[in-house]
């Protein structure tokens, strides 16, 4: 087994880039597991691990008690990146749910033949281990945790969150924390539908499927794939008309290539729909800014997209890093659609943004060059020659 995070190709996009995928065989094969064996619904596996490096152990899920198990590693930087969020919204529910940390497969790399215990230990002493703030256990030799909770699922790399509602079943499996207070709220109020959850998983991952399809084929065989994808995410619709999120991305990929006179509208559904996962806006706008054909429409609603994502509590690289960085993006989707004025508008507020982040000097000088470049256009002058 070896660690992959490569892209599959030139044209995926960052969807996968917050998740640190285990290989499970090779790495052309591995990125997701073909059958899969563990599910929402599912009883929670066994919770046996090698040694806890912080808090009270944890011997088993207490009847009529929701817990959290978030699963990570050392060398997963999106694992890292998570540490704040989980750690605050731990705190948040702390009277009502018990939320584990579980550091998993450490035997990687300049790891391999190390004592994981002491390499957690180590490492959370480190500022960035020191923003972790739950109990915190280490998965042991062979690493049996990963193999019965992590092994078993369609998509195995970290982090992964488990939510095991007071049954001890698992209520939601995801890879990233946009829904787990979403979710966690339905669990604690009894109003949460496993099988519904389930089965709006399952739809999710054949459109992505789909998706992963296209992304090995060129030509016709790639248009055919498309297709099918936007036929999988337009059926889930029909089927799952309040998740539409679930598959708002994949219908996008379909449209960005087959239809961009649809785009409008599947991104203003991304930018109002609040349960839109920022990794998704921020790769679909990413993407679309890369484009310089797309409707005016579309671009004018790339800004609503952009700026759902300044909302973000946790902005991380691949959700646009900062917000100068996103009001960067902004004003390029305002001047692409025509309008040098909010452009010069929001340039302004990216170099204050910039001057109030400390950004480093390279940032503040582009930012300061393209507003430079724009002023003339927005007053009507022709820009000055260099």
């Known amino acids: 087994m070896e660690l992959n995070v490569r892209l599959l190709t030139a044209r995926v996009p960052r969807l ?23 599910a929402i619904g599912d009883a929670a596996p066994a919770f046996t691990p090698q040694a806890w490096v912080r808090g009270q152990p944890l011997s088993g899920f207490r009847k009529g008690r929701v817990h959290v198990v978030d699963f990570w590693a050392t060398w ?26 579980v550091d998993s497969y450490e035997g990687l790399g300049e ?8 390499l957690v230990k180590a490492f959370l002493a480190t500022p960035s281990g020191k923003k972790l703030t739950l109990d915190v256990a280490v998965d042991g030799p062979g690493n049996p945790l ?20 007071q049954e001890g079943r698992i209520a939601w499996i995801d890879v990233n924390l946009d829904h787990l207070t979403w979710a966690l709220d339905q669990v604690l109020a009894g109003t949460w539908d496993s099988a ?36 999988r995410a337009e059926a889930f619709e029909a089927q799952f008309p309040d998740r539409k999120d679930a598959v708002a991305f994949y219908k996008f990929m379909a449209l960005l290539e087959l239809d961009p006179g649809r785009l409008p509208g599947i991104l203003e559904q991304m930018a109002s729909d609040p349960l839109s996962r920022y990794l998704n806006l921020h790769d679909a706008a990413a993407m679309s800014l890369r484009r310089d054909d797309l409707p005016r429409a579309a671009y004018t609603a790339i800004v609503k997209v952009l700026e759902r994502c300044l909302h973000n509590p946790d902005m991380a690289p691949n959700t646009g890093g900062s917000p100068s960085a996103l009001l960067g993006e902004i004003a390029s989707a305002h001047q692409k659609a025509g309008d040098t004025g909010k452009a010069l508008v929001t340039l302004r507020r990216a170099v204050q943004a910039a001057n109030a982040e400390q950004a480093p000097k390279a940032t503040l000088e582009g930012l300061q060059k393209r507003l430079a470049q724009v002023e003339p256009s927005a007053s009507g002058k022709a820009p000055a020659h260099p």
Request: charged letters at 20%; glycine letters at 8%; aromatic letters at 8%.
């Open 146 to 165: 990963f193999q019965a909770w992590i092994k078993p699922l369609r998509r195995g790399g970290f982090p992964t969150t488990f939510i095991v509602d």
């Open 111 to 118: 790891n391999k033949g190390k004592d994981p215990v002491a």
């Open 196 to 231: 519904k959850a389930r089965d709006v998983m399952q739809g999710r991952d054949a459109a992505e499927d789909a998706m992963i399809a296209s992304f090995k084929v060129q030509g016709p065989a790639h248009d055919k794939a498309l297709r099918e994808m936007l036929a």
């Open 16 to 38: 996968f880039s917050a998740v640190c995928l285990v290989a499970l065989c090779t790495p052309a094969q591995a990125q997701f597991n073909p059958n899969p064996t563990l």
């Open 76 to 101: 997963c930087g999106g694992c890292v990146m998570s540490f704040p969020r989980i750690s605050g919204i731990a705190e948040q529910y702390r009277d009502r749910v018990t939320f584990v940390s």
